[in-house]
């Protein structure tokens, strides 16, 4: 399987995550254990500061992808701390 490739075989991520993601260099599920939801989420962000980035779709889908559920499974007190962590709150 093509590197690039293994993002979209995760829950949650399509294909724009996708793309988004290898852009600020995360190609693989361990890419983005290594870098972490929030900090991924941050450099997102940064590298599209005029694009809205939903929360839900971005933050939250990418610790979903790495728990292997769907975004809006996670319990609340793991949104909170993951907004917490990404400075959105």
């Known amino acids: 399987m093509p590197r690039a490739s293994q993002l979209s075989a995760l829950k949650n991520i399509g294909a724009i995550v ?9 190609f693989t599920r361990a890419d983005l254990k ?3 939801p929030a900090a991924a989420y941050r450099r997102l962000k940064a590298k599209h ?10 933050l939250y889908s990418l610790e979903g992808a790495l728990r292997d559920v769907h975004w809006d499974r996670l319990p609340a007190g793991v949104k909170r701390q993951l907004s917490a962590d990404a400075d959105l709150d």
């Open 34 to 36: 290594r870098v972490g």
């Open 49 to 58: 500061p005029n694009t809205t980035l939903p929360r839900c779709y971005y």
């Open 18 to 26: 996708e793309q988004r993601l290898n852009e600020i260099g995360i």
